[in-house]
């Protein structure tokens, strides 16, 4: 058991790390931002172990898309409240409201994200040895718009998140990385339940 243990440490860590980022992303909360830094960190090293070089690669992309994110949710949006009986202006920051992804970037985020699959698919069947670079580099391309969505608080990014989780869950199945494949399964539910919660919450801000 102990050995079993030892030889997935990583698997196990980076699950429960990542239990706590979905139920923060659930919860709209910032804090998603630093666990994320943290769980993509060792993800690097246990996909580069398990030959999900796809994968591995874009845990790079995620860092820099998690520091973006802190800084797009913090900054929010100010407006300025001026103090009766003051002459000064106090400003009040309130969290990033939550949108829908913009009608005229729809086209664009699909093409770029069946450009980015394509290039990937290539990339990895001409200079990797990788046995699953279909559902790989599929799960790369979604990804890497489902991140940015995130990070702009548009409500659809569940609905990028709820494609990858479920392609994601059978490749880390077969990859024998059964912890994380556990935690994917629940990403699917926590992901429908996530967009509802989050849709609830945008029409309680416009109200």
Known sequence: MIEFLAERWLDIVTTLLGLAYILLEYKASIWLWVVGFMMQSLDIVLYYQKGLYADCGMEFYYIAMTIYGFVMWQAGKQKKSTVEGSETNAKATQERPIEHFPKD??????????????????????????????????????????????????????????????????????????????????????????????KKMMHAKTI
Do not use: C, H
């Open 105 to 198: 970037k729809i086209l664009p985020a699909t093409l770029l994200t069946l450009m980015l699959w394509a290039i990937t698919y290539y990339l990895l069947v001409r200079f990797t040895d990788s046995t699953v670079p279909i559902a790989d580099s599929f799960t790369t391309a979604f990804s890497f718009v489902a991140i940015w969505a995130l990070a702009r608080k548009y409500l659809e990014q569940w609905l990028l998140w709820i494609a990858v989780d479920v392609v994601t869950f059978v490749l880390y199945l077969y990859k024998d990385i059964p912890f994380k494949a556990g935690l994917y399964g629940l990403y699917i539910i926590i992901a429908v339940m996530g967009f509802f919660k989050w």
